[in-house]
């Protein structure tokens, strides 16, 4: 398979590029932080969506080694965001189930965070749902080291999977994602506000943030601010931007 080799070579060749959308606070309307979203720019079709080769990336075994490289790259940028003076910018990375196998991530998170001279509570990770909820035992002991360094969890697309919500009472969070699919349309649909105000009343109940992704129009917003929706992400603020694009519209909003 053509791409599969190609990927083997792109960490070494340098094509990988992280791209950041913007975590917008409810309180302040200032960006507090950004997903990193990895992008492959192939030399000859171009950029890539992360759709397109992530799975070519776990199943050629690939997942650990790209893993590790997004980590440090998103650590390295959050700390040239502090460099520049933007105060309190997390950076947010994706992590895949494979990196949280047989797991050193925290010992890996630790030197990342070392090696770049970055706070802990400027880096946050994004599980989602399924992943989270695969190996409790594991999860409680790496999630429970990884939060007691000062690193964030989120729980990403939350409501798009399969799971049961007992990962909640195992597992603690920081953060949950809504996923898109309840956002869209939210100030229209009963179905979909009944669900988000669920999920922002758990989050309350619980003690965690609510962040609601792919905000794209103004009467979501609206709708999810007044229902006390913390934090959000979408189209409407900003489509994920390139590196050296990031802190200009961050300062902006300040
Ligand atoms: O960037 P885009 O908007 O196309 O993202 C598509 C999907 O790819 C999302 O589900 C996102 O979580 C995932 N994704 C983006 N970057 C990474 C990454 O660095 N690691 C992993 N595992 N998934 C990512
Ligand atoms: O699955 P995950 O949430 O990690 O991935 C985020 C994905 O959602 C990225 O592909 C990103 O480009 C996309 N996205 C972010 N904001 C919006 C939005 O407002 N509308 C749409 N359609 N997609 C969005
Ligand atoms: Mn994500
Ligand atoms: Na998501």
Redesign the pocket.
């Known amino acids: 398979f053509l791409l599969e080799q190609d990927l083997r070579q792109a960490v070494a060749r340098n094509e990988l590029e992280?791209?950041f959308?913007p975590f917008i606070d409810a309180t302040t309307a200032r960006t507090c932080g950004a997903?990193?979203?990895?992008?492959w720019r192939h030399p000859q079709h171009g950029l890539i969506?992360?759709?397109q080769f992530?799975p070519i990336?776990?199943i050629a075994g690939l997942?650990d080694e790209?893993?590790l490289w997004?980590l440090n790259a998103?650590c390295r940028e959050a700390r040239e965001w502090a460099r520049q003076g933007l105060g309190a910018v997390k950076v947010a990375?994706?992590?895949?189930a494979h990196?949280l196998e047989g797991s050193d991530l925290d010992r890996i998170v630790e030197r990342t965070l070392q090696r770049h001279d970055l706070p802990a509570h400027c880096l946050e990770l994004?599980l989602?749902e399924t992943v989270a909820a695969v190996d409790s035992v594991e999860a409680t002991r790496l999630f429970g080291k990884l939060r007691a360094m000062g690193v964030s969890i989120s729980i990403?697309?939350f409501g798009a999977g399969y799971s049961s919500l007992s990962y909640l009472k195992k597992l603690k969070f920081d953060k949950l994602k809504i996923d898109r699919e309840f956002v869209t349309d939210v100030d229209r649909q009963g179905d979909s506000q009944a669900i988000c105000q669920s999920i922002i009343a758990l989050g309350r109940g619980l003690g965690i943030a609510v962040l609601a992704e792919g905000v794209e129009r103004p009467e979501e917003y609206a709708w999810l601010r007044r229902h006390g929706c913390d934090l959000f992400q979408g189209f409407y603020f900003s489509r994920?931007l390139e590196a050296a694009a990031f802190p200009a519209f961050a300062r902006d909003r300040e």
Request: proline content about 7%; overall charge negative; aromatic content about 4%.
């Open positions: 992280l791209w959308q997903e990193a979203l990895l992008r969506a992360p759709n992530i990336m776990e997942a790209i893993g997004t998103g990375i994706n992590l895949s990196q994004e989602t990403d697309d994920p």
